[in-house]
Structures are given as C-alpha cells and as structure tokens.
C-alpha cells in the first residue's frame, strides 16, 4: 500500500522560508514521478513542483525561483525547500505519487497535506 506523509507545514511571516517533507512508502521509490500540489481556499488544487524519474523538474510559474525539489533515496523522502514566502502561498500542500515516470494529468496517490500559511 502506497502511503505518503508530509510534514513541515507551519506559519512563517513574509518574505521567510520552510521545508516541507514528505515520506514515501508502500513501492519502490525513485521509479515513479513524484511532487507537490497546493490548495488555496476557494481555489483548485494546482501543481506547485513535480520531478520525473529522471530528476526533471516542473514549477508552477507562480513559484519558479523560490521554491526548490530535492529526494533522497537513503530516506525515500522528497522535499520542497520554499523560499521568499507570499500570502499568496498559504494553502493546504498535498505530496502526490504518480503511476508514471513523468508528471502527467493526474497523480494517483495522495498524502493528508500539511498546512503552510504566510502572513503579512
């Protein structure tokens, strides 16, 4: 069974920066696509950063150059380092798993989401 926990989600001012984790389990990681979406209130759930098998990564534009993806294997973990927070980043951000090597439409695994609000 794949199970995908995120933690890291917190409050952080403006302009501040928070790691989001998020531990993989149930396959064999680094053989499928893996990432992050995000859920504003109110708002669709949009793909905030994905990473191929390859290691190639996709950012939302909204996010390019702020927020960064990394793995390791050793700890079947993926990160999303986040940087120069926004209000406009606050939102419920949900690790995915998708049944493919790259991103494509839609993941097929979901964790629980962790919360990360930004205030001003």
């Known amino acids: 069974q794949v199970t995908l926990v995120e933690s890291g989600g917190g409050s952080v001012q403006a302009g501040g920066s928070l790691r989001l984790s998020c531990v993989h389990s149930g396959y064999n990681f680094g053989t499928n696509a893996i990432g992050w979406y995000r859920q504003a209130p109110g708002k669709e759930r949009e793909l905030v950063a994905g990473m191929s098998t390859g290691g190639s990564t996709t950012y939302a534009e909204s996010v390019q150059g702020r927020f960064r993806l990394s793995r390791d294997y050793g700890k079947r973990t993926l990160y999303l380092e986040m940087g120069s927070l926004q209000p406009e980043d606050t939102a419920m951000y949900y690790c995915?798993?998708?049944?493919?090597?790259?991103?494509?439409?839609?993941?097929?695994?979901w964790g629980q989401g962790t919360q990360v609000t930004v205030f001003s």
């Open positions: 995915v798993r998708y049944d493919a090597m790259v991103i494509t439409r839609q993941p097929a695994n």
